[in-house]
C-alpha cells in the first residue's frame, strides 16, 4: 500500500532552522514526484513546490523560491523541506503528496505536519 | 495567491446537485489538466477527479470533472452530509509550477 508519513508537529522561534521529513513506502519512491502544499491559518491550500527523487530536480512556486528548500534522501525514501530562519508567517500546516498512477495529480497525500513559529 | 478561482461557496439540500467552478487561463487550465480535491479540515486532501474527468478508484460516480476551455467543472450529485467539505480546482501553470484554485466550501442544508 502507497504510503506517506510525516513527522510531527513542531514548535519553534523566529530566527530558529527547521526540517521536516515525508517518508514514502509502498511504492517506486525515487521516480514518483513529490509535492510540498502548504495551508496557513484560515486559508486555502497553496502549492509550494516539487522534487524529483531520482535526479533532485526541484521546481519552486515563484512565491516560495528562496524561503524553503527541498531535498531527499534516497536510501531512506525520504523527502524533506527546510527553514533556515523560520518567520511567523511560516506557521501552516504543511503536507507531502506524491501521484501514484494519477498522472499530473496528487493522488496519495501525507496526514500533514503542523508548524507552529511563535515568540 | 491563486490564479484559479472558485466560488467561495455552494450548498443545497441533501440528494441535490452542486456544481463548483474552477476559472483559470490560458496559461494554466487551457494547456493543463484539471485535478479536483476533497479537504476536510485536520485531514489529509483526497484525490477526485484527475486528468479532468477521471476518478481514482473508491471515488463513487456521483463526483464528476469536466474541462472546457480556461474552466473546469466539479459536478456533485445525490448530495450527502458527508460531503460537506472544502473542494479544490488543481492544474499546473506555464512556468511549470502548480497551482489550486482558492477552494469552495460546500454545505449541506
Known amino acids: 500500500e502507497l504510503q506517506l508519513v510525516q513527522s510531527g508537529a513542531e514548535v519553534k522561534k523566529p530566527g530558529e532552522s527547521l526540517k521536516i521529513s515525508c517518508k514514502g513506502s509502498g511504492y517506486r519512491f525515487t521516480t514518483s514526484w513529490i509535492a510540498w502544499v502548504r495551508q496557513m491559518p484560515g486559508t486555502g491550500l497553496e502549492w509550494m513546490g516539487v522534487i524529483y527523487p531520482s535526479d533532485s530536480d526541484t521546481r519552486y512556486s515563484p512565491s516560495i523560491q528562496g524561503q524553503v528548500t527541498m531535498s531527499v534522501d534516497k536510501s531512506s525514501s525520504t523527502a524533506f523541506l527546510q527553514w533556515s530562519s523560520l518567520k511567523a508567517s511560516d506557521t501552516a500546516i504543511y503536507y507531502c503528496?506524491?501521484?501514484?498512477?494519477?498522472?499530473?495529480?496528487?493522488?496519495?497525500w501525507g496526514q500533514g505536519t503542523l508548524v507552529t513559529v511563535s515568540s | 495567491q491563486s490564479v484559479l478561482t472558485q466560488p467561495p461557496s455552494v450548498s443545497a439540500a441533501p440528494g441535490q446537485k452542486v456544481t463548483i467552478s474552477c476559472s483559470g487561463s490560458?496559461?494554466?487550465?487551457?494547456?493543463?489538466?484539471v485535478s479536483w480535491y476533497q479537504h476536510l479540515p485536520g485531514t489529509a486532501p483526497k484525490l477526485l477527479i484527475y486528468?479532468?474527468?477521471k476518478r481514482p478508484s473508491g471515488i463513487p460516480d456521483r463526483f464528476s470533472g469536466s474541462k472546457s476551455g480556461t474552466s473546469a467543472t466539479l459536478g456533485i450529485t445525490g448530495l450527502q452530509t458527508g460531503d460537506e467539505a472544502d473542494y479544490y480546482c488543481?492544474?499546473?501553470?506555464?512556468?511549470?509550477?502548480?497551482?489550486f484554485g482558492t477552494g469552495t466550501k460546500v454545505t449541506v442544508l
Open positions: 488543481g492544474a499546473w501553470d506555464s512556468s511549470l509550477s502548480g497551482v
Open positions: 486528468e479532468n474527468n
Open positions: 490560458s496559461s494554466n487550465i487551457g494547456n493543463s489538466f
Open positions: 503528496a506524491t501521484h501514484g498512477p494519477y498522472s499530473r495529480s496528487w493522488g496519495y
